[in-house]
């Protein structure tokens, strides 16, 4: 079955990988990653052959390799949910909430592979959270995800957000977490 994966077309799209190559230099780990998820799912990356367990039966499927690759769009969400998954035993048992941070359009090009200025996203994320939280009486836990992407796979550098919605040392009732300010 074809699955269309974005990532892939753009790169694909009139030979643009191949064009952007030639006339750029491109480290050896950014050109694995690329023709890894270039090749993910094709006949390059390997085939796995199926065979129905009936001895009467002839029925054989053939599946392609993928690249398991974090610069996949495919792979590399697999690769965060089975991280997710084992990260569980660690976290808090309790009910989560999930907040996006975005900004202006006209700011991403500042952030634009400046990774001094993402990692700063981070810092500054967390420590509005705490805050507020404090302001609340409550002391929360937090993990978070930078996306330097949206969607359409356009620059868009937001913040991802899991937030603990009541006091991670205190999970009664009335400590519940929220952004609006308390009367």
């Not at 001895?55 to 997710?84: N, V, Y």
């Not at 930078?146 to 919605?165: D, E, F, M």
Request: proline residues 4%; contains cysteine.
């Amino acid at each position: 079955m074809y699955i269309p994966r974005p990532a892939k077309l753009l790169f694909q799209y009139d030979d643009g990988w191949n064009l952007f190559i030639e006339n750029n230099h491109v480290d050896e780990w950014q050109l694995l990653s690329v023709e890894k998820m270039l090749a993910c799912s094709t006949c390059a990356m390997g085939v796995r052959r199926y065979c129905c367990s009936s001895p009467e039966c002839s029925h054989s499927r053939f599946f392609c390799q993928t690249c398991k690759s974090k610069a996949c769009s495919a792979c590399g969400l697999k690769g965060t949910e089975q991280w997710i998954a084992q990260q569980r035993h660690i976290l808090p048992d309790c009910e989560w909430q999930h907040i996006t941070l975005t900004m202006p359009h006209l700011l991403w090009p500042f952030f634009n592979n400046n990774w001094y200025l993402l990692n700063q996203l981070f810092l500054c994320t967390a420590r509005a959270m705490l805050k507020h939280a404090k302001r609340q009486g409550l002391e929360i836990g937090i993990f978070c995800a930078l996306h330097a992407y949206g969607r359409q796979l356009n620059q868009h550098p937001h913040i991802h957000l899991s937030v603990t919605r009541g006091d991670s040392l205190n999970m009664t009732p009335g400590n519940r977490f929220s952004l609006k300010e308390r009367r």
